[in-house]
């Protein structure tokens, strides 16, 4: 595999995250470690994990193996939501470093809303967590435009990012006018619809007239618009495929045949299943 150039990365309450990621929910074992550090080596700069996705010991040994510095790889992961009470959090905090074996994480998020947990309790421990140097930024996920509000509200550090649901099948144009308004990135999840996206016409029209996949008109759009993309693979030439998206352009007009897909109700992650099952 050869070396791509760097992917640009987006500035957000002077944090800077790769606008480029490598997803890896799903991936276990010796699969997660190989493509974490063949994606490395193929100049992936931005992996993101979770203590629910019970692979950051492998996210971890990806990393080592890459032999990449680790100042030049940002690597986020995810406190799950039964985790929220004060203490928890920051015992799940260190043991996320312990496993990925780093000495502090670039960033960590709230996986999910617990209303069960008063979210001022997790920011204040969210916020100590990154004041002892655990991880140098934090951030939320899957928080909604009232919740995104109060978590802003209540944080006494920045938070940097809300990590959503994001790719053309899904108008989320309210929450990403949000987060840009307080600064905050958006970091897009199922960027490529879970593989849906590959079957849509649209985009492969788009794509053939570009020499692009539809895969790669999807995430495409999303980069364009300063959306840090996550795409996850278990296979290797999809990792190339899924970074070729920095040397072409959509037109205006294109950008506007896309953003006609987007449907309020387009999720394909099924929020009661992914945020409410697993809670206690
Ligand atoms: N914060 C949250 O609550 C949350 C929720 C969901 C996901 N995430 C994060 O976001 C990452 C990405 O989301 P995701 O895994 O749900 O979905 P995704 O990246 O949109 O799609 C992954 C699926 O697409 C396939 N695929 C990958 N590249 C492709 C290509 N070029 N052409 C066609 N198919 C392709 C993969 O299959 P193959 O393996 O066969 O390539 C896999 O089945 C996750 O891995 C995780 O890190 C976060």
């Known amino acids: 595999m050869s070396a791509l150039a760097p992917s640009p990365s987006v500035?957000?309450?002077?944090?800077?995250?790769?606008?480029?990621g490598l997803g890896t929910w799903d991936l276990r074992g010796r699969t997660c470690a190989r493509m974490v550090e063949q994606a490395l080596r193929l100049g992936y700069r931005h992996i993101d994990t979770a203590e629910m996705y019970?692979?950051?010991?492998?996210?971890?040994?990806?990393?080592?193996?890459?032999?990449?510095?680790?100042g030049d790889v940002f690597?986020?992961?995810?406190?799950?939501?039964?985790?929220?009470?004060?203490?928890?959090?920051?015992?799940?905090?260190?043991?996320?470093?312990?496993?990925?074996?780093l000495p502090e994480l670039d960033l960590l998020l709230l996986h999910w809303p617990n209303p069960q947990i008063p979210l001022g309790d997790t920011l204040g421990a969210l916020c100590k967590v990154k004041r002892d140097g655990l991880t140098r930024?934090?951030?939320?996920?899957?928080?909604?435009?009232?919740?995104?509000?109060?978590?802003?509200?209540?944080?006494?550090?920045?938070?940097i990012c809300n990590q959503i649901e994001c790719h053309p099948f899904l108008d989320q144009s309210k929450v990403i006018a949000a987060c840009r308004k307080h600064d905050m990135a958006v970091v897009a999840y199922s960027p490529i619809a879970r593989g849906g996206a590959r079957n849509d016409k649209?985009?492969?029209?788009?794509?053939a007239a570009h020499g692009k996949t539809a895969a790669q008109v999807c995430l495409r759009y999303l980069v364009q618009q300063e959306i840090v993309v996550i795409p996850r693979t278990s296979k290797e030439p999809r990792l190339a495929e899924n970074a070729a998206i920095f040397d072409f352009a959509l037109s205006a007009a294109e950008v506007r045949q896309i953003a006609g897909l987007g449907r309020r109700d387009g999720r394909v992650v099924d929020w009661s299943y992914s945020g409410r099952m697993h809670w206690d």
């Open 202 to 207: 649209l985009l492969a029209r788009i794509g």
């Open 54 to 70: 019970d692979n950051e010991c492998e996210v971890g040994e990806g990393l080592h193996a890459s032999g990449v510095k680790r």
């Open 75 to 101: 690597v986020t992961t995810k406190v799950w939501p039964s985790h929220f009470a004060p203490r928890d959090l920051e015992r799940a905090a260190r043991d996320s470093v312990s496993r990925l074996r």
């Open 137 to 159: 930024h934090i951030g939320v996920s899957n928080f909604t435009l009232k919740l995104l509000e109060e978590a802003v509200r209540l944080s006494t550090e920045p938070l």
């Open 11 to 20: 500035a957000a309450k002077g944090a800077k995250i790769p606008l480029l």
